[in-house]
């Protein structure tokens, strides 16, 4: 069975931070495209970063610029999400997908439709 599994949510102070795992099972990472995406309390989906197969493009929301850094490790057939300077608007359950795109230096998170499998989403709170 394919499947996405996200840990590492939590409840974080502001200004603290969180790392997030997005680990496969049934199906190997290294050929897949790899987004993350959130929804925060009462507001849309938002995509927050992405990663191509080849680990050459990444690609940021401005939100998260400077203060997200996502990087995958295909030995472990897992990507992480390391979140730092968490703000409360960084409040959501943040998912993780995998697209099997064609292009290796391909990855976007403007479109939830690129992409083929998801996580069941981990929580993340940043509250004093």
């Known amino acids: 069975q394919l499947q996405l599994v996200e840990s590492g949510g939590g409840l974080v102070q502001p200004g603290g931070s969180l790392r997030l795992s997005c680990a496969a099972s049934g199906f190997t990472l290294d050929y897949y495209a790899i987004g993350w995406f959130r929804q925060g309390p009462g507001k849309e989906h938002e995509g927050v970063s992405c990663i191509s197969r080849s680990g050459k493009t990444l690609n940021y929301a401005e939100s998260v610029k400077g203060r997200f850094t996502l990087f995958r490790d295909n030995a472990k057939n897992t990507v992480y999400l390391e979140m730092n300077s968490l703000q409360p608007e960084d409040t959501a359950v943040y998912y993780c997908?995998?697209?099997?795109?064609?292009?290796?230096?391909?990855?976007?998170?403007?479109?939830?439709?690129?992409?083929?499998?998801w996580g069941q989403g981990t929580q993340v709170t940043v509250s004093s």
């Open positions: 997908a995998a697209d099997k795109t064609r292009y290796a230096d391909f990855c976007t998170v403007q479109s939830r439709t690129n992409y083929d499998y």
